[in-house]
């Protein structure tokens, strides 16, 4: 699709978790510059005549690039972006950020990948009615027993994350595109499972101790990504925990009904 021409590329994002991963790449390489970032809001509204034709699935993130076209999907963006700018000036931190020399590195990462897009962060349809697994922490619209399963696989996933990484390539480098990918995600689950289904506080990393590490490990290994984290966790707190939208989901959560299905985890207690 194209759009009219830009001076320069333009990104149409929100401090969420999907979107994050591109900002966190442009700050990371020091791309932030070339690309001018703006919101839904500046071309009329996800539902509007004018930000459908950029993305027909009425969603973020979006990307107009200098000759008109228009791209959609964080993923997709984010790989465009890498070869792009990436590639072309620095192949060397572009095969590292891919996952190295080697296909298993490769294979590893875009597992990593892939296991977060389709289990954790996609609907997989645009109509209504239709939720992520990671929006069963937020989204009020949402029967009870869909919610009830969206947390008993959301403990599956983070079991298969933690297993891939413990399985991770000896050779695999110290920053790939899965961290980035995955990161501004566990930006919403650590505060939203406790917030939401009454998750004790660590229970995300209970059994999961190579998540934990790598959790900790990337803001102090990457502390120029600081402002970007920070700006998914206000984006956390104002559109959901202190906007008061969650507690109503909650108060389901808890209720006699609720406490009959499961939750993944034991979260009878208040935490």
């Keep these: 699709m194209s759009s009219c021409s830009t001076k320069r590329p333009i990104l149409i994002s929100l401090p969420t978790n999907n979107c994050a991963r591109i900002l966190l790449f442009l700050k990371l390489f020091g791309f932030d510059e070339p690309v001018d970032v703006k919101s839904p809001k500046d071309f009329g509204g996800l539902k509007s005549p004018e930000y459908l034709k950029i993305n027909p699935q009425g969603k973020f993130p979006a990307l107009i690039l200098e000759d008109g076209s228009t791209w959609f999907e964080s993923q997709v963006i984010l790989e465009l972006l890498a070869d792009k700018f990436l590639r072309a000036s620095a192949p060397a931190k572009y095969d590292d950020f891919r996952g190295g020399l080697t296909v298993e590195g490769r294979a590893h990462v875009n597992l990593l990948i892939r296991v977060h897009d389709l289990y954790l962060a996609?609907?997989?349809?645009?109509?209504?009615?239709?939720?992520?697994?990671?929006?069963?922490?937020?989204?009020?619209?949402?029967?009870?027993?869909?919610?009830?399963?969206?947390?008993?696989?959301?403990?599956?996933q983070l079991d298969v994350l933690e297993n891939l990484f413990q399985a991770a390539p000896a050779n695999l480098p110290a920053l790939t595109m899965a961290d980035l990918v995955l990161y501004p995600t566990f930006l919403f689950l650590v505060p939203l499972t406790s917030e939401t289904l009454n998750w004790p506080r660590e229970a995300v990393w209970a059994g999961r101790p190579s998540l934990r590490a790598w959790f900790d490990r990337f803001e102090k290994m990457t502390p120029a990504?600081?402002?970007?984290?920070?700006?998914?966790?206000?984006?956390?707190?104002?559109?959901?925990?202190?906007?008061?939208?969650?507690?109503?989901?909650?108060?389901?959560?808890?209720s006699e009904d609720g406490q009959q299905l499961s939750w993944g985890v034991d979260n009878s207690s208040t935490s």
């Design 225 to 254: 990504l600081s402002p970007v984290c920070d700006a998914v966790r206000g984006f956390v707190q104002s559109a959901f925990v202190d906007s008061g939208r969650l507690a109503a989901i909650k108060g389901q959560v808890l």
């Design 122 to 156: 996609s609907a997989n349809c645009s109509q209504p009615g239709y939720f992520a697994t990671q929006a069963s922490l937020y989204k009020a619209d949402m029967t009870l027993k869909d919610r009830s399963a969206r947390a008993v696989d959301l403990v599956k």
